[in-house]
């Protein structure tokens, strides 16, 4: 794969994980805490920990070879950091203090843990199917 | 054309765009600041977070009817697109994994208050949120 079709892969990737979230939001809309950012971060995190331990224990498979646009394209556009960070400055704009680090002290953790549960998921289906 | 429809092609258009140039930054950074510590992801959510708190600043939050196609393009699929957490995820359990648990925590900690700092900072420089 040359850099530009590299650069294709990722940016398809980001235009379909962007619309999904983009759905989730619109799915979620109208509620007071961000469910939608935080349920795309996670879910993203654990699907790119569970793709990149998968593709490093089958290197010939099709996840590895769409690796770029699964990881860096859809799961990179899926989640967003900066999206993250300005619901928590609206939460403090909103007077809710409180809320705001509850928002990003849940946001980290079960961010990690996704990524750290959706290794061990990608690593035993990649045994599994040897 | 519905406007819903008109702001999910926007959201992609902008989630195209953004996750190319993160790849591309993100790359970048990388090769200039070596690959021993995530600086490329880091670069790109710290920069994509002054850019939004800048973009938020200048046109304002939207309300509860939700976001224009301006807001879907720029801040929901560009700014949402570019930035990531998954990535950040990934690389935080890796640095994990290879016992570097400092560095880990310095990823997790940088990431959270530079990033605070430079969206805070971006819309400081347009003149507040209201």
């Given at each position: 794969m040359n850099i530009w079709q590299h650069h294709a892969a990722v940016g398809l990737g980001s235009?379909?994980?962007?619309?999904?979230?983009?759905?989730t939001s619109l799915w979620l809309l109208g509620s007071t805490f961000p469910w939608a950012t935080l349920?795309?971060?996670?879910?993203?995190?654990w699907l790119i920990a569970a793709f990149a331990a998968y593709a490093s224990r089958r290197l010939d498979g099709r996840v590895a070879r769409w690796q770029p646009?699964?990881?860096a394209g859809f799961c990179g556009g899926f989640t967003t950091f900066s999206l993250f960070g300005l619901e928590t400055l609206?939460?403090?704009d909103q007077e809710r203090y409180w809320l705001a680090p509850i928002y990003v002290g849940i946001s980290v953790t079960l961010w990690l843990a996704g990524a750290w549960h959706g290794?061990?998921?990608?690593r035993r289906l990649a045994l599994a199917r040897r | 054309m519905d406007i819903e429809l008109m702001s999910l092609l926007m959201v992609a258009a902008g989630g195209a765009v953004g996750g190319m140039s993160r790849l591309a930054v993100g790359n970048g950074v990388a090769k200039w600041l070596g690959a021993g510590f995530p600086w490329g992801t880091l670069a790109?959510?710290?920069s994509g977070a002054f850019l939004m708190g800048?973009?938020?600043?200048?046109?304002?939050?939207?309300?509860?009817?939700?976001?224009?196609p301006g807001w879907a393009l720029l801040a929901v699929g560009l700014l949402g697109g570019y930035t990531t957490v998954s990535s950040f995820s990934l690389q935080t359990l890796l640095l994990w994994h290879q016992g570097r648990t400092g560095a880990a925590l310095v990823n997790v900690l940088a990431t959270l208050l530079a990033g605070?700092?430079?969206l805070g900072l971006g819309v400081w420089l347009a003149g507040g949120l209201t």
């Open positions: 235009a379909l994980g962007a619309s999904l979230r983009y759905l349920l795309v971060n996670i879910l993203g995190s646009f699964l990881l609206y939460l403090f290794d061990r998921w990608g | 790109v959510n710290l800048l973009l938020a600043g200048a046109v304002g939050l939207p309300g509860p009817e939700g976001p224009s605070f700092a430079a």
